[in-house]
């Protein structure tokens, strides 16, 4: 496409439960890249794709979080038993290879978790 | 750990006048970008500089990289009410990953 798609462009959900947040890179970029970003702060690095695999995953904050990229295209990030400390704005990146060069973000989902 | 310090955190000018936001580290950075980002948007890269002491115009916008490649500094001369919005520097360490490491932002408010 165009440029990086996210959905949902926001979601509720209630404390405990599973989210799937999607990601669709612009075609032919190698490289996808998960960030999250709170409220009155900068993007936090949370996972980066090189291809299918997870190349960096030191970003994610604990079990609960992970994320797949099983064609090299798509990723879902996953969340488990959410907590309200989930809350924010999670970005997608993508570029054409694996430096940081042409880095283009989609708008991102806002979770909010009640 | 590395880290990106910006000041000020939030700006509020009149149209017309000049700004500039720094960017600080103790870290060296391989390259330095800095972004900026609309409420309800994702951060849209404005410039990557790379080498020491480099220097690119946008426009209105100047963006210097230390020598050191420490630090960096976005001057707007003659700010309009068009360039309101966060500004975000980032930089890439060591591990040629892409992996970006943002600054907390610089909130610019510009008034008419």
């Known amino acids: 496409g165009a440029g990086v798609s996210q959905t949902p462009s926001n979601k509720v959900t209630e404390k405990g439960k599973y989210v799937e947040l999607r990601c669709d890179p612009i075609?032919?970029?190698?490289?996808l890249y998960w960030y999250r970003q709170s409220l009155g702060q900068g993007p936090e690095f949370l996972i980066y794709?090189?291809?299918?695999?997870?190349?960096?995953d030191s970003g994610l904050p604990n079990d609960r979080f992970f994320a797949v990229r099983p064609e090299g295209s798509v990723s879902t990030l996953k969340i488990q038993r959410t907590e309200r400390g989930d809350s924010a704005v999670y970005l997608c990146?993508?570029?054409?290879?694996?430096?940081?060069?042409?880095?283009?973000f989609g708008s991102g989902t806002r979770l909010t978790v009640v | 750990t590395q880290l990106l310090e910006q000041s000020p955190q939030f700006l509020s000018i009149q149209e017309g006048e000049n700004l500039t936001v720094y960017c600080n580290s103790s870290?060296?950075?391989?390259?330095l970008q800095w972004y900026r980002q609309e409420p309800g948007e994702g951060p849209v890269l404005l410039v990557t500089?790379?080498?020491?002491?480099e220097v690119k115009k946008l426009k209105r916008l100047t963006f210097q990289f230390g020598d050191a490649r420490k630090d960096s500094s976005l001057h707007i001369t003659a700010a309009q009410t068009g360039d309101t919005g966060l500004y975000l520097c980032?930089?890439?360490?060591?591990?040629?990953?892409?992996?970006?490491?943002f600054g907390q932002g610089t909130t610019l408010q510009v008034k008419p």
């Open positions: 794709f090189q291809g299918t695999g997870a190349a960096d």
């Open positions: 980032a930089g890439s360490g060591s591990s040629n990953t892409g992996k970006l490491i």
């Open positions: 990146a993508s570029s054409p290879t694996g430096n940081n060069y042409g880095y283009t």
């Open positions: 075609s032919g970029h190698t490289a």
């Open positions: 500089v790379v080498t020491g002491g």
């Open positions: 870290s060296v950075f391989s390259s």
